[in-house]
């Protein structure tokens, strides 16, 4: 249903990235610019973790990784890692369905990875929030 671009052979412009998100291309459209417009992002797209994950965009800033977003047929998945103190500052302020995603987190270090799967709108706000507590973090 969500299937990935896949063929490592193959690597996919920017255009065709996009445009394999189907009908939900247009919210992909919206958080790429927020990255690079707002947040001053830059972007590499790649084929970062096999074959699972396919082509992927990795935005960063300088050398500080910020998230991976994989195409799919009719969505995107955002990955992020976030510390637990991060998730706890915006928790109680997300969707149900954001929630289920850091309830069940992948665990690394003193937090853990989402895949978030993003398909409306209001799923991209909360994507935002926590991406912009990833930008502004500063290891202590």
């Known amino acids: 249903m969500f299937e990935r671009i896949l063929d490592k052979q193959k690597k996919p412009s920017l255009e065709e990235f996009i445009s394999y ?3 939900r291309k247009d919210l992909l459209v919206n958080l790429d610019t927020f990255l690079t417009e ?3 992002l830059e972007r590499l797209l790649r084929f970062p973790y096999g074959n699972e994950y396919g082509w992927g965009i990795k935005y960063f800033i300088k050398n500080k990784h910020i998230c991976d977003v994989f195409a799919e047929k009719d969505a995107f998945t955002v990955m992020l890692r ?5 998730y706890e500052k915006v928790y109680n302020g997300l969707l149900s369905y954001t929630k289920e995603f850091i309830d069940k987190k992948y665990p690394c270090g003193k937090g853990g990875y989402i895949h978030y799967r993003v398909l409306t709108v209001e799923h991209l ?3 935002k929030m926590l991406l912009q507590l990833k930008a502004k973090h500063k290891k202590v």
């Open 38 to 40: 707002e947040m001053m």
């Open 82 to 86: 976030l510390d637990n103190s991060q």
């Open 21 to 23: 998100c189907g009908n």
């Open 125 to 127: 706000k909360d994507i």
